[in-house]
C-alpha cells in the first residue's frame, strides 16, 4: 500500500500514459469519480468504478500523448487536493490544455472518491 503522495504520482503516471490496467488496480471496489460542470462536459458527470476503466480507456485511444503535471498536493488524512496542469494532444488534431484542481479520498489505501474541476484554457 502506497502512501498518499505517491499513491496520487502513480495514479498520474498511469492515467498520462494510457494505461488503463494500471488505474484500474489503483481504485478502490466502490470508486467514484465526480465531474464537475466544464467545457467538454456541460452538465458534469457522475462516474462509478467501471465508468472510470472505460472513460480513461477511451480517454487513451483519443489522445496521442497526455501530460499531467502535479503544481501543488495537500493532504490531510486519507484526503488531498491536486492542482494540475494537464496538456493533451488529441490524435490528428489540437492540442488542449486545462487547469485543474482534484479532490482525491482514499479508501483501504485505493482511490475511493475523485472530484474533479476541470478548467480548460480557450
Known amino acids: 500500500m502506497l502512501p498518499m503522495r505517491p499513491l496520487i504520482a502513480t495514479y498520474l503516471a498511469a492515467l498520462e500514459q494510457g494505461n488503463t490496467n494500471a488505474v484500474a488496480a489503483l481504485l478502490h471496489a466502490d470508486a467514484e469519480l ?19 476503466v472505460a472513460a480513461n480507456a477511451r480517454g487513451a485511444a483519443l489522445m496521442a500523448s497526455q501530460r499531467y503535471e502535479l503544481r501543488a498536493l495537500t493532504i490531510e488524512g486519507d484526503r488531498a487536493v491536486a492542482q494540475i496542469a494537464w496538456t493533451g494532444e488529441v490524435r490528428g488534431g489540437p492540442v488542449m490544455r486545462a487547469q485543474i484542481c482534484s479532490v482525491i479520498e482514499l479508501r483501504d489505501g485505493t482511490l475511493w472518491r475523485l472530484e474533479q474541476y476541470d478548467c480548460f484554457e480557450p
Open 34 to 52: 465526480v465531474e464537475h460542470p466544464n467545457r467538454l462536459n456541460p452538465t458534469g458527470k457522475h462516474y462509478d468504478r467501471a465508468a472510470i
